[in-house]
Structures are given as C-alpha cells and as structure tokens.
C-alpha cells in the first residue's frame, strides 16, 4: 500500500513563499513520477506541476510556470513543490500523487494515489 503524506501548507500573504513537502512509502519511490494538483473551493482539481521518476524532467501548468519549482528526492521519498510569488487564487487545497511511471515523458494526469492534501491560503 502506498501512502502519501503532504506538509507544508499554511496562510501567508500574496507575494510570499511556501514549500510543500511529500513524503512517500513504499520502496519503488524512484519508479513514480509525482505530480501536484490543487482544488479551489468551488472548482474542479487541477494540474499543477510533476515530474519524471528521475527528476530530469519537469512539467507546470501556465499559471505557476517561472513561479513554483517541483523537486525531488529520491533517497527521501520526498518530493517538494518550491511556490514564490503567491497570489490569492493560489488558494486551495493541494494534494500530492504518484503514478508507476518510467518514461520522462509528460505522466499526464491520471495518477494512481493520493495524499490527503494540504491547506494554501494566500492573502491579498
């Protein structure tokens, strides 16, 4: 069983910083590629960031491309999500994901497990 565990959520005001950790089980962490999504209350889950198993490649949806760095860490299961430059509608719940996934193509968005997610309120 796979478990996924995010931290690093919080309040701070737009223009601020915040990173977000994951902390995978199991012991193929280095054949997933991870993602980041988020969900605004109101709205649908989104994309926001992943990357490949190796870390060699990255991927953003516009909206945080130059703002947020995904990174991870192979030897500590961990993977992080960097955000600079917050805006208030950054806000919303964000949620770690992993998929089996050895390609450093784009993983899509079709991941197999989730975190619990963790809160991001950014104000203005």
């Known amino acids: 069983q796979v478990q996924l565990v995010e931290s690093g959520g919080g309040l701070v005001q737009a223009g601020g910083s915040l990173r977000l950790s994951c902390v995978a089980s199991?012991?193929?962490?280095?054949?997933?590629?991870m993602g980041w999504f988020r969900q605004a209350p109101g709205k649908e889950r989104e994309f926001v960031a992943a990357?490949?198993?190796?870390?060699?490649?990255?991927y953003y949806t516009d909206s945080v491309k130059g703002r947020f760095t995904i990174a991870r860490d192979n030897a500590e299961n961990t993977v992080y999500l960097q955000m600079n430059i917050l805006k208030p509608e950054d806000t919303a719940i964000y949620y770690c994901a992993a998929r089996v996934f050895t390609s450093e193509g784009p993983p899509g968005e079709e991941f197999d497990y989730w975190g619990q997610g963790t809160q991001v309120t950014v104000s203005s």
């Open positions: 199991g012991r193929t962490f280095e054949s997933w590629a």
């Open positions: 990357i490949s198993w190796s870390g060699d490649s990255t």
